[in-house]
């Protein structure tokens, strides 16, 4: 099951650049995108959402971009800080009534100092 | 600020014993939903719950798994048997109301199989 893909298993940033991650995903059908971010020995801790009516989302540091017709949304990160040092999951919702996510493979996002 | 909680946070098991994960949503929430993680897999979503009744399940969630909110605050998920394959981080997540999209989850149960 391949629907949601996050194909860079890692990412390294210096500290005070610009993190950007990006995710892919194949049904057209999905009706809301969410990022969370996980520490190790923690959950998944929701980050930041946008709906498939939007294409741009921000909140603070970050920001997520919808590209619908490339079926591609990235989270940017500015500035990065050693803190967002983390794996971050892009993740879908079909449009089904359970509401269920779907979920990319993560990325590991290093900052360094 | 109020959280999901798991329990055990470590749970190690023989083949072929039952388990129960134990898990305490967030006081108001309605929806409960279970996913677990394969070491270097993805996590995967296995049973959706909703008004005590399951709302959606994966392929993976097959008759050796159970899932019950027995009373006001716990939400349980029994693996009758488990089998090997079955040792993964298992994560339960809630979220306020059906139309709601955020799902927030607790720190997992990290399950053993030997």
């Known amino acids: 099951d391949q629907q949601v893909k996050q194909n860079s298993p890692s990412l390294s940033v210096q500290e005070g650049r610009i993190s950007i991650l990006n995710c892919d995903y194949t049904?057209?059908?999905?009706?809301?995108f969410l990022w969370y971010k996980k520490y190790p020995a923690e959950g998944p801790t929701f980050l930041i959402s946008?709906?498939?009516?939007?294409d741009k989302n921000e909140d603070g540091r970050f920001t997520v971009f919808l590209n619908k017709s490339a079926k591609h949304l990235s989270l940017h990160i500015v500035p990065s800080q050693p803190g967002d040092s983390a794996v971050y999951f892009c993740?879908?919702?079909?449009?089904?009534?359970?509401?269920?996510?779907?979920f990319g493979q993560g990325t590991t996002l290093q900052v360094k100092p | 600020e109020p959280e999901v909680t798991q329990t055990p946070s470590h749970q190690v098991t023989q083949m072929g014993q039952e388990v129960i994960l134990r898990c305490v949503p967030i006081?108001?929430?309605?929806?409960f939903y279970w996913y677990r993680q394969i070491l270097g897999q993805k996590v995967e979503f296995l049973v959706s719950?909703?008004?005590?009744?399951?709302?959606?399940k994966s392929e993976i969630f097959d008759d050796q798994f159970s899932v019950e909110r027995p009373d006001g605050s716990n939400f349980t998920l029994k693996i009758r048997s488990t089998k090997l394959e079955d040792s993964a981080m298992y994560f339960c997540?809630?979220?306020?109301?059906?139309?709601?999209?955020?799902?927030?989850f607790g720190a997992g149960t990290r399950l053993s199989v030997l």
């Open positions: 993740a879908a919702i079909p449009h089904e009534v359970s509401g269920k996510l779907i």
């Open positions: 049904n057209s059908m999905f009706d809301y």
């Open positions: 719950f909703y008004n005590n009744e399951i709302s959606e």
């Open positions: 006081s108001n929430h309605l929806y």
């Open positions: 997540a809630s979220k306020r109301v059906p139309a709601e999209n955020i799902q927030y």
């Open positions: 946008i709906s498939s009516i939007k």
